[in-house]
Nanobody, 123 residues
Framework: VHVVESGGGSVRPGDSLRLSCTASGLPFDDYHMGWFRQAPGKKREGVSIINKSGRYADYANSVKGRFTISRDSTKKTLYLQMTNLKTDDTAMYYC?????????????????WGQGTQVTVSS
């Protein structure tokens, strides 16, 4: 199984960014997918989750209304569209695949993880 994130970068507050995650070596349509992030000195935080079909999604309160998760089964790719970015969004962002869907977005529900992509929001 190979999970790879991309799309991170350095942006200014208010900017937008789209993260992508490709997952190979697993039946993509059988897995719920999630985004997590971890800032230096902080715990890993669940950002968003999308179910296998792409019909349901949940978000952390801190990103609701600003981030949108989506998936493309034909490309086996997960996306996170981030708008109105804030300095508090600065973190390493991780993509993960799992078989349990919970709106609380818990790391222990996910089996496969990528190496992360860095997002830095700074003026």
């Amino acid at each position: 199984v190979h999970v790879v994130e991309s799309g991170g970068g350095s942006v200014r507050p208010g900017d937008s960014l789209r993260l992508s995650c490709t997952a190979s070596g697993l039946p993509f349509d059988d897995y719920h997918m999630g985004w997590f992030r971890q800032a230096p000195g902080k715990k890993r935080e669940g950002v968003s989750i999308i179910n296998k079909s792409g019909r349901y999604a949940d978000y952390a309160n801190s990103v609701k209304g600003r981030f949108t998760i989506s998936r493309d089964s034909t490309k086996k790719t997960l996306y996170l569209q981030m708008t109105n970015l804030k300095t508090d969004d600065t973190a390493m962002y991780y993509c993960a695949a799992g078989t349990l869907y919970r709106p609380t977005i818990m790391a222990e529900d996910f089996d496969y993880w990528g190496q992360g992509t860095q997002v830095t929001v700074s003026s």
